[in-house]
């Protein structure tokens, strides 16, 4: 049989479909509606993140996450809400990054390493590790993005000196790059790979200064943060929270925007040398002078948050009352208002003594202990970050019962029982409860 004759030209319905890696130039482009447009594949490539859980963003950061170790600590840092710096040295795959506050207490300014290839070769180990430590200039806290083949690199690094390492495989990276709350995935690094002990965010004393472990205290928060700006006195024994307080005010307060906050705590029997210190001004003399020096704008008045607020009514008195005086005329005027945290003598000024220059100054709040949910919320939430697990409900009620629900009482007892707990255990007791309760 005769062999038949091919085409030269391809039919007019086989170009308009050819793809275009293999078209003539006289192909036809594919119509809208075809399969092989490109908006048909933006659809399609929707419909499969849709069903797979996954946004557009998610995915594009991480298809790009692979194009240099530029591109995936910047991936890092997106993802986590961070900010990515420079290079820790020309050429090298470090870069410094500055991380949002987590439930784990982390250090916040750390170095995002990314490593590639087929393997890390110990001489090059030895070369990132001085370039990252930079003889004690550098950051010790590394976040170690293992993206070689052999999946080494955190082996050839684990004892390089004075660097805390924690590392990202690329499996993990992935998973953090593509989950809704990439933060929780960076915390599960943590906890498997640094010691629990490291981690615990409570604090025993000085208040405070990260929300996530701020608990409670909602209703005292609405009254002095999303009214109008007023004067408040808040009393309270100490190692009630009020500093605590203060710095989820100030937090709340500049979120706003509408307002020039100072937050100090008055250290100084001298309040007003200190106070003109903190603002890089000349001690004042008169009233006149005190009252430029405390005011703000009309448009933009100021808010003083004022710490150990006590040593101001000692001061106070020793000027005749010129302290109160100014703060009730600036207050009058609009140009600045304050939040006066103190205890007996604050209290005293306010409710005992008939002839304070202080009474009725502003909206009084006794600061007590937390309710009984916030102070749950406190002994669990921080432990859960820590995958650190109570046996039972009742556990928790007993620390609660012993500790009045005082703040600072959960937290030294919090910080007692992670520091006392096996590394391995992952339970706590009632009888871990009672052996730290026990001790001084």
Known sequence: AARPTRRR????????????????PWAWAAPPGSARSPRARVRRLDSALDAAGLKRAQWDRARHATDSPRAAAQALADALGGTLGAEVEPGCPAFAITLPPLALRFAQHAVVCVVTGRELEPGRAVTLARQIHQEGRGSSVVLLIDLTERKNAKEELRDAPHLALVALSSDRFRDLLLSDAPLRVLEEALVEQRPVVTLSPYVGGGGVTTASMFFGRAAELRQMADERPHNVLLVGPRQMGKSTLLHALERRIRA???????HHTLVSDDVLTFLAGKLGRSRPTTEAE??????????RPRMWLLDEADGLVRADRELGHMLSRTLRALADDGRAFFVLAGFWQLYAAVALDPNS??????????LGPLDRDAARDLATKPMAALRLTYDAPTTVDYLLDQTGCRANLVSVACSGLIESLDPTARSLTCDHVETVLRRD
Do not use: W
């Open 357 to 366: 220059a202080l009474r009725n100054f502003g909206r009084t709040l006794r």
């Open 290 to 299: 005190l009252y430029e020096l405390l005011a703000g704008e009309k448009s």
């Open 256 to 262: 706003r925007g509408d307002l020039d906050v100072q």
């Open 9 to 24: 030209t391809p039919p007019r319905a086989a170009r308009a479909v050819a793809p275009a890696r293999c078209r003539a």
